[in-house]
């Protein structure tokens, strides 16, 4: 059973837009939510991380929104560049040092 | 080093075979992390390590997975008897640990490994 689940699993913009990732969760317990970005033939990179007790968190042109009620998390990338084109994996973890549980990934492509 | 390194990148092996995959961590963290990559798929956990001992093996398919991490630096990753079904990218990533206040991963680019 994935414990977070991903999607759109691919997407594709024009230059300039704003594409949009969402991931949902069951488990409460999870309290560190990060967003990692991978080229081909890279590892990920981490991009930006939330904590639950805040609802968004800015960081250049990349933000996440959380919504704690509904269990859900999302990427927002404004003004994207053809250089964003990447692979996206949402990603949890519980309190403890436990490992990160990764989604699936989202293929975006922006295009010129 | 400044990253994680992993090495080989590349390794072609036969089915049957035994293959050995090293992570050299960056340096001071004490938590390093195996996953394993399959095409078009996000990481998938395989084990952790909190300084020598292995906190979480939970994520190993089999007893055919093993991994040290003797010193509490470089960890390699065992594979016997290989399966094709084994070909994925193997990646290794290092955080601070527990307690720190980034609990972010830094990922090496990873070690694909083909079965054949």
């Known amino acids: 059973q994935q414990q977070v689940k991903q999607s759109p699993q691919s997407l594709i913009v024009q230059k300039g837009g704003i594409p949009i990732i969402n991931c949902a969760y069951e488990?409460?317990?999870?309290?560190?939510f990060p967003w990692y970005q991978q080229f081909p033939g890279k590892g990920p990179a981490l991009l930006i991380a939330?904590?639950?007790?805040?609802s968004e968190k800015k960081e250049g042109r990349f933000t996440i929104s959380f919504n704690k009620s509904a269990k859900q998390f999302s990427l927002h990338i404004m003004d994207s560049q053809p250089g964003d084109s990447a692979t996206y994996f949402c990603?949890?973890?519980?309190?403890?040092?436990?490992?990160?549980?990764f989604g699936k990934g989202t293929r975006l492509s922006v295009i010129a | 080093g400044a990253g994680v390194s992993q090495t080989p990148s590349n390794k072609v092996t036969e089915k049957g075979k035994y293959v050995e995959l090293r992570c050299d961590p960056i340096?001071?963290?004490?938590?390093l992390y195996w996953y394993r990559q399959s095409l078009g798929q996000g990481p998938e956990f395989l084990i952790y390590f909190q300084g020598t001992g292995a906190a979480d093996d939970s994520g190993l398919p089999n007893d055919r997975f093993f991994a040290v991490r003797p010193e509490g630096s470089v960890s390699t990753l065992k594979i016997q008897r290989t399966e094709r079904g084994d070909s994925a990218v193997y990646l290794c990533a290092s955080s601070a640990g527990q307690g720190a206040l980034n609990y972010g991963y830094t990922f090496g680019s990873g070690t694909r490994l083909t079965v054949v």
């Open positions: 340096s001071g963290h004490t938590a």
């Open positions: 990603a949890a973890r519980s309190p403890g040092n436990t490992p990160l549980v």
């Open positions: 939330i904590r639950p007790d805040v």
């Open positions: 488990n409460t317990a999870f309290d560190y």
